[in-house]
């Protein structure tokens, strides 16, 4: 545990903990996998921790990044298949829609009635800035051609939010936007549905003049680059709370496998090249979790964190990498046996640094940060 951390945050971080184990053994139970999440989600209001992401107007507790991260390394520290019910649906970054679009878009996925995605990324043929998703405006209306490639969630979503470059017309100026479109709209298609290595669901995404009012855009049009990372420096933390609460589990699995009996007659955690490997995996665990608590209590005080934020989804998301290879190749092959925790752990892990932004453009906009807007810590 973390050195300093407040009676409040202890007794968080005790709920989540016993709020798994009780999910872990309900899941033993015969339930239907939609009583388990309904019942699920009863047992974490219960706790209070489904409430953590959700703010204060939407009836949940608005809790701070200190607390979140606290949540959220508990939660995959627990490794349980019960961890994704957890905590309740935040609003990102549609937390400032007003009005109609409010209630629309973002109450309606407050309330767990609407699901959403984000689609952002453009498909790798389309490197020419002609060729990304564009949009031209007719009269109050925009009209949205192009795709995207890896749009997580996307077969289920209600609305997509689309980031879009809007073109120049008659004089009125255009620039890149994020346009809510409505999944059932004409011409919106998905040509593809594809799983990733750690299990996720994604398709690629089609629009074919897709015909949106303009005052669909969150934010104004030319805002886009911002709106779209409004929220970047959250989700990054969040990743990086989940690869330490991942680190976690890792080290006490590997642990306990190197204490057990093993086939020379020698315990495993007695064999100095063992302990060697053994005690890499604590260092980077150590060092990557002293970051992460230290940009979590830097958000919580109010700071910009947008490149230490960066910095430390690297660290921790490269960190878990190395430790899960390490625990692998120390368990033996009897760990890559299809179905064992650490061969699922393996392939979880390896999103990480891609989700969020991948590793190297985080490297390239850490020093960016501070040759060109001299803004960063060490
Ligand atoms: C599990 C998962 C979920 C995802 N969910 C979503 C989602 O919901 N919505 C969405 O829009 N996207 C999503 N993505 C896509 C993700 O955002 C991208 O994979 C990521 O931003 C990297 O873009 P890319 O894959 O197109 O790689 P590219 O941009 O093609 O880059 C490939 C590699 O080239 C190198 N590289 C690229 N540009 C540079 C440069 N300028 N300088 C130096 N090196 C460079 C880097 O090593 C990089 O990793 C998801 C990805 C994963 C794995």
Redo the contacts with the bound molecule.
Sequence with gaps: MPEFISPEMQDLRSRVESLLVELTELEITEMDNVNLRKAAIAKSKEYGVFQLTQPIEFGGSGAGPLALTIARESVAAANSSMGGFVLGPDPGFLRNLTGEKKATYLDPVMQGEKRW????????GASAPEKQTYAIRDRDDLIITGS???????ATADFFAV?VNVEEFDGVTGGPAMVLVDSNLSGVEITRSFR???G?S?VELDLDQVRVSNNLTVGDIGEGMPRAMSNIGEERLQISASACGMGIWTIKHITDRLNAAHRSGTRLSDREGVRLRYADMRIDLYAARSALYRTARLAESGEDVVNEAAATKVLCTEMIGRIVDTAVQLAGGQALIEGEALEQMYRRV????????????L??SIARGIFDFNSGRV
């Design positions: 995605s984000f689609a952002f990324t453009e498909p790798s995207k490639s890896f749009v997580t969630g996307g980031f990733s290595l750690e996720g994604h390896r999103s990480l640094r891609f989700a969020g932004g991948a590793s190297d453009i490297r390239l």
